[in-house]
């Protein structure tokens, strides 16, 4: 498999764009789709940041190096590769704190409806945050399985709530068939994107859909904590009224009025000051990522994952596969299930190949192919051939759970 993994990567069209990345040697990184790796960019644009705009410009870079319309700026950039208009879109906050504001939002439109349906299993802070509307009397929790989705859809529903692409298994929902059916039901949709913008082809102006948030820190490579995004259709920017009345959402934030205003457009949905750090980094990843093309990452990525279930095949492999076995319905990912796939993955790490655990019992590895090649799918399926067959996993220091797992 090493020879055509070889073969593949010299007929590889993004294969240049590995060198645009600072991936350590030795380290097959398999965990993009939870923080994606540094761009070699980076660090030159940080430092021009806290050099130059901070250390020198002070604070007339607000204005001289536009600090103030950088989430305008970075959320227009992303727009296009989530198939949205670049008004739609604006980079801010957290994920968890856009969901918030969106989901309020929406509730807001909707009066005389509470619900909010959303999936059991679906990543915690999405459910989270439905739970803390709800403890203020705001929102009503609804769950339902994926297959009866639609059916659950009834005159009480404000808001259907989704992940695009499941955190754990990579699974993908129908964006369109959803939207539609919760509009046919006066319902509005919150999509999230954070495991599937810059991953794959999204659309959510053909998709008609409401809103979305979305990850800067996976697949955009913004670094850490990194801020989010999040999509307003230009329909809703009119009506739609966010919680967080912070005053950079203000008309006028410089007028300094004791009454609130909110600004037109999707610019309404900022609230406190831009992390100009957090943002001139995710800029550098955004940029990276238009240059590549989704359509061509999705497209390798799916080769990736599909290229390592055939290593694993050969080496004999036994995993129980907890993703879709067709790539055309699953994200840049694949997920197994083990009782001890915690271990699994911490000897995994120590040999060097770097992919993340998600309770209670499944491996998850993440194919982002600006940066891998099929040298090292291959080199990752012998590691987990070897770490199964010798039990490597069972030593103690791989049981022990660290904080981060």
């Known amino acids: 498999m090493l020879e055509r993994a070889r073969t593949l990567d010299a007929g590889d069209p993004l294969r240049e764009f590995r ?23 980076t660090p030159d644009r940080l430092e021009e940041v806290v050099l130059g705009e901070w250390g020198q410009g002070l604070i007339r870079s607000w204005n001289s190096a536009d600090w103030i319309t950088l989430p305008q700026r970075v959320g227009a950039k992303i727009a296009p590769l989530v198939g949205a208009q670049p008004h739609e879109v604006i980079a801010c906050d957290s994920t968890s704190v856009n969901l918030f504001k969106l989901i309020s939002a929406a509730l807001a439109m909707r009066p005389g409806r509470k619900v909010v349906l959303s999936e059991p299993g679906n990543f915690p802070t999405d459910l989270y945050m439905i739970a803390g509307l709800e403890q203020q009397g705001l929102a009503e929790r609804r769950l339902a399985p994926r297959e009866a989705m639609a059916d659950a859809i009834d005159e009480n529903v404000a808001l259907l709530m989704l992940t695009h692409v499941h955190y754990k298994t990579g699974a993908i929902f129908d964006m369109a068939a959803l939207t539609e059916a919760a509009h046919a039901r006066g319902a509005l949709v919150l999509w999230d994107l954070s495991h599937s913008g810059g991953a794959l082809p999204v659309d959510l102006n053909a998709c008609n859909a409401d809103f979305a948030v979305g990850c800067g820190y996976k697949y955009f490579n913004g670094g850490p904590g990194a801020p989010g995004y999040l999509f307003v259709a230009e329909r809703h920017q009119i009506e739609v009224q966010q919680p967080l009345t912070g005053w950079m959402g203000h008309a006028a934030p410089f007028a300094f009025s004791d009454d609130y205003a909110p600004a037109l457009g999707v610019d309404r949905m900022l609230c406190g000051t831009p992390p100009i750090l957090g943002l001139a980094a995710l800029e550098v990843g955004v940029d990276l990522i238009a240059e590549i093309g989704v359509e061509r990452l999705y497209a390798k990525s799916q080769q990736l994952s599909e290229f390592f279930r055939q290593c694993v095949s050969e080496h004999g492999i036994e995993l129980e596969i907890v993703s879709p076995t067709d790539p055309a319905r699953r994200g ?26 998600r309770d209670p019992d499944i491996l998850r590895l ?9 040298e090292d799918i291959a080199e990752a399926a012998r590691h987990l051939t070897e770490v199964l067959e010798t039990g490597e996993w069972q030593r103690d220091e791989f049981r022990e759970r660290a904080a981060v797992t």
């Open 332 to 357: 840049s990912q694949l997920s197994f299930r083990h009782p001890e796939a915690y271990a699994i993955c911490q000897a995994l790490i120590a040999r060097g190949v770097i992919g993340d655990f």
């Open 366 to 374: 993440g194919f982002a192919p600006a940066y891998l090649r099929f």
């Open 19 to 41: 060198d645009r990345f600072d991936v350590a040697e030795g380290v097959i990184y398999l965990d993009g789709n939870s923080l994606g790796a540094l761009p070699k960019a």
